[in-house]
Each structure stands twice: as C-alpha cells, then as structure tokens.
C-alpha cells in the first residue's frame, strides 16, 4: 500500500505565501501523476494542479501565475508553492498521487487533506 502524508498548510493572510509538501511512501516501484486538489465547504473537490513524471505541469485557471507546483521523484515527494494567496484560497489541499508498487499496478491515491485558510 502507499500512503501519502501532507504538511504545511496553516493559517496565512492575503498576499501571504504557503509552501505544501506531500510524502508518498510504501512499496513504490514507480510514480506517474502527482498533484493537488482542493475542496472548500459546500464545493466540489477541483484540480490545483499536476505534474507528470516527465515535468509537465498544468495548473488550475485561477491559480495560474501564483502556484508552482513541483517533484523529488527520488523521493516521493511533490510540493505546491503558493504565492499571492487569497481568501478564496482556503480550502483542504488534498495530495494525488498515481503509483505503481510491487504488489499493485498503477491506481491513484489521496492524502487526508491539509487545512489553508487566508485572511483577508
């Protein structure tokens, strides 16, 4: 199995900047995808942003310009830098990740989420 832990949400004011890191450990033989998605109260969990194993990213409209989102495939790990932030920012992040381990071919799977709320 893989599970994935995420760190680095919090409480920031507009303008203000966070930095999101999400580990993915287990029996991973391979990562593909890794991204973000976010869900604030009463919304449908959206698309932050990804980043494939080959480095291509895509990111959400709304975010574009503000929000890097970047991987350590040596070590599991993906990282949303986030810049510029607004009120409506705040949601819980939640880390995606597709793998591979030895046991299980490629499936996706999810962080418990991580809180960002900014103040105005």
């Known amino acids: 199995q893989v599970s994935l832990v995420e760190s680095g949400g919090g409480l920031v004011q507009a303008g203000g900047s966070l930095r999101l890191s999400c580990a993915a450990s287990g029996s991973i033989i391979v990562t593909y995808d890794m991204g973000w998605y976010r869900q604030a109260p009463g919304n449908e969990r959206e698309l932050v942003a990804v980043?494939?194993?080959?480095?291509?990213?895509n990111y959400a409209n709304s975010v574009k310009g503000r929000f890097t989102i970047s991987r350590d495939s040596a070590k599991n790990m993906v990282y949303l830098q986030m810049d510029s932030l607004k009120p409506e920012d705040s949601a819980v992040y939640y880390c995606n990740v597709r793998a591979a381990t030895a046991h299980i071919g490629a499936r996706n799977y999810w962080g418990q989420g991580t809180q960002v709320t900014v103040s105005s």
């Open positions: 980043i494939t194993s080959g480095g291509s990213t």
